[in-house]
């Protein structure tokens, strides 16, 4: 009988997780890879609804997954309103009524603007891996890209989507599709990301693609129209007097 080279027994464990790495692990390349200590955001935001479509524009400035505070530009209806998020709390200006209030509770389930989105899903910005545990349940292509996918499921109650399923593009490590679910196993949203763009080593998509399951509107396409990693941002833009 042949042996087997010493050199292989050295390579066997880094072959094994080329081919097979755990959920762990691929979470962690993909919060590397998408996640930065601050960014500047200009986007569209277009609602598909069922008498036809609008498109709201946007800027964005967050720091982390704890500070966020955006403004919208157009159009004229919606300029001005603005929305703070700090830590696990949400206020939203609306000049038309010169008013401040905060989002809490239900409310946070509720559409922002009629789009696909929830206030929910505007506030989560933290690492996967913060909220999750992760397993990898098969192999895909998915737009000729050969992914894993994996399930995520929540450690607390207190996270909005209980159940995730991921398609992980295998050679760059970003996700390509997500179907966020409730704990029932009910289908709430899926998400595409499209037009992956590489900037200050971090990816990030172009365009994202919303469909709340349970909506009666045609999906909302989030569009990144310019990004800024990294970009300083003054201290006093995170405060509720920012909002006026």
Same mark, same amino acid.
């Given at each position: ?5 010493a ?6 464990p880094?072959?094994a997780?080329s081919?097979?790495?755990? %959920? ?20 569209k ?21 704890? /500070? ?11 300029a001005?309103?603005k ?14 009524t ?8 239900h409310?946070?389930?509720?559409s ?22 992760a ?14 996918i994996?399930?995520?499921k ?7 989507? /209980? ?6 593009d295998?050679?760059r ?18 998400? %595409? ?7 200050? /080593? ?11 399951m ?10 990144? /129209? ?16 920012s909002l006026?």
């Amino acid at each position: 009988m042949r042996k087997i080279p010493a050199a292989l027994f050295i390579m066997l464990p880094v072959i094994a997780w080329s081919q097979n790495p755990s %959920g762990k692990d691929i979470l962690d390349h993909i919060d590397r890879n998408m996640s930065s200590d601050n960014r500047i955001i200009v986007s569209k935001m277009i609602i598909y609804g069922a008498r036809g479509s609008r498109t709201i524009e946007s800027r964005i400035r967050a720091v982390g997954d704890r /500070q966020a505070f955006t403004e919208y530009l157009s159009p004229a209806r919606e300029a001005g309103t603005k929305m703070l998020k700090i830590e696990d709390q949400l206020w939203i200006y609306s000049p038309s009524t010169d008013r401040t209030i905060q989002i809490s509770g239900h409310m946070l389930r509720q559409s922002v603007m009629g789009s696909d989105l929830s206030y929910e899903d505007m506030m989560e910005n933290s690492k996967l891996t913060d909220d999750y545990d992760a397993v990898v349940t098969g192999e895909e292509f998915l737009e000729d890209r050969k992914c894993w996918i994996l399930e995520l499921k929540a450690r607390s109650e207190e996270v909005a989507y /209980q159940v995730r399923k991921i398609w992980v593009d295998r050679e760059r490590y970003l996700p390509l599709q997500e179907e966020l679910y409730a704990k029932s196993g009910k289908l709430l949203k899926k998400t %595409g990301l499209k037009d992956f763009k590489q900037k200050d /080593q971090h990816w990030y998509p172009e365009k994202i693609i919303f469909r709340d399951m349970l909506g009666q509107g045609n999906g909302t396409e989030f569009i990144i /129209q310019s990004i800024d990693f990294n970009a300083d941002i003054p201290v006093h833009i995170f405060t509720k007097a920012s909002l006026r």
